[in-house]
């Protein structure tokens, strides 16, 4: 069973197993009658990784909702400013943002600001190849929101849509993907809604 944490009296509870024995392989010299160089040390770790004041982000996308923030303080010189990544304060009077539902908003102003298209990825990625990694921005928002097009190819300017992994969500940032806006919903990738 795979480690499990839930909070309860503000404390972490672990359930299941958080380390795993892998057994070690020799490491040898092909060039030299195979000696014995060194072992593999195999390690599986489980990360405990807390969302603070971003949890209601990722809460949200599992619920077909993208979270941005807004700061409302009316000390603040740039009082209204909307940020998406979510910012969970101000950087400009470091007072706490509002959390507000940018869902409709992206919906209807979206669009491709930039884009880059890798061939290749790191450790542990989970996206089919290339990915279409876009630069999203909207109206009325100070900020530039990094994501992937999972449909269809990106051009400056493209209209897109958010789409939100509603079924079997992972509650990271892969929840969240977008598309050219008119696609037809049974074209989504599995799992996925707008
Ligand atoms: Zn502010």
Redesign the pocket.
């Known amino acids: 069973m795979y480690g499990q944490v839930y909070v309860k009296n503000n404390h972490y509870r672990l359930k299941g197993a958080f380390h795993h024995l892998t057994p070690n392989t020799p490491i040898r010299n092909a060039d030299d009658e195979w000696k014995l160089m060194g072992v593999t040390n195999p390690r599986d770790m489980t990360y405990i990784h807390s969302y603070g004041g971003e949890a209601v982000f990722f809460e949200s996308l599992s619920k077909g909702k993208l979270m941005a923030t807004r ?3 009316s ?5 209204g ?1 909307i940020h998406i990544p979510f910012r969970i ?7 706490k ?1 509002t959390a507000i539902d940018l869902t409709d908003l992206a919906k209807k102003t979206a669009k491709i600001h930039t884009f880059m298209v890798c061939e290749r990825s790191g450790a542990f990625n989970v996206l089919d190849k290339p990915i279409k990694f876009i630069n999203i921005e909207f109206d009325g928002v100070a900020t530039i929101l990094m994501s992937y097009l999972a449909i269809g190819d990106p051009v400056f300017g493209m209209r897109v849509v958010p789409i939100f992994k509603t079924s079997g969500p992972t509650f990271t940032i892969l929840d969240l993907s977008w598309v050219p806006a008119g696609t037809a919903p049974e074209l989504l990738p599995e799992g996925f809604s707008f």
């Open positions: 700061c409302d303080n000390d603040c010189e740039t009082k400013t304060h101000c950087p400009d009077c470091l007072g943002n």
